[in-house]
C-alpha cells in the first residue's frame, strides 16, 4: 500500500491521496510554513501543496516512508534536524558546503537559476555594478543572502527578512529596491497581479557552485546514512519511472531538475 504524506499542522492535514501502511516507516519532514510558489502553497482550508509537496509525496511513497511534514520557522529547520525534532528536509534548501557542515543531503531533486527582480521604472542589472547604491531585499539564512552579502558588497543595504514574501512585498511597496531568489519562486510573484503592477525580472546572477551549490537536496542528519540511500534511491526511481515528469508537468513547461552535471 502506498503511504501518504501527512502535515503535522493540528488545524491543517494535507489531503494527499494514498492508503496508510502500517509497515511504512514514519519520518518527521521539515518545512517552513509559508507560501513558496509553486513550490508550496496553502489553500483557503489550510491544506499544503505545491510541486515540492507533491515531490515529496512521491518520493515518500517509493521510499516506503510514512512522512510527516512538519512546520518549523525556516532558521529553525537545521537545528530541529540537528537535535532530531525532525528527521528530514524537503523544502528547497540548496546544497551548499557551508551546510554540509552541519548536515548532510540526498542528490539534487531539482535546480533552477538564481534571479534578481526589481521596481519597473529603474533599470539595472543583477550585477554587482547593477545593484551599486540600492537596498537588496533577501531571505535571512538562505544561499541568497549568502550571495548577495559576498557580490553585492557595494549595495546601499542587504536587508534581510524571515519570508520571502516579505521582502517581495517591501519591492511591491518602494521600501526596497530588488529582491534576490531563486528564479521561479520570483516568476510566480512576477505573474500574480501585484507582481504584474510594480516588478520586472533584471536578470539571473553570475554562478557561484560555493556559495549557490549545485542544486536543492533533502537535509538528513550527518551518519543517517540508511535514510539518505533510500531517498537517494527513491529520486532515482521517480526520475526513471516518468513519476517526476508527470508531477512537474503541471506546473511547469519544462523539466527543472537541471543539467545532469549540476537553487534557499
Known sequence: MKPFLKTALAATLIALSGAFSASAEQIKVGFSPEAYPPFYSQDASGNWGGWEVDIVNA???EAK???VLTPIPW???I???????IDAIMNSMSITDERKKEIDFSEKYYNTPTAVIGAKDQKFDATSEGLKAKIVGVQASTVHAAYAKKHFTDAAEIKEYQTQDEAN?????????ATQ???IALDAFL???????????????APDLEVLGPGVGAGVRQGDTELKDKLNAAIKAIRANGKYAEITKKYFDFDIYGEESQSN
Open 65 to 67: 516512508l510514512d512522512c
Open 59 to 61: 518520493i515518500c511513497g
Open 169 to 177: 512585498q517591501d519591492l511591491a511597496a518602494g521600501r526596497i529596491d
Open 181 to 183: 531568489a531563486d528564479s
Open 79 to 85: 537545528p530541529a534536524l540537528k537535535t532530531k525534532k
Open 75 to 77: 532558521d529553525g529547520l
Open 191 to 205: 505573474k500574480s497581479d501585484q507582481g504584474k503592477a510594480c516588478c520586472d525580472l533584471k536578470g539571473y546572477v
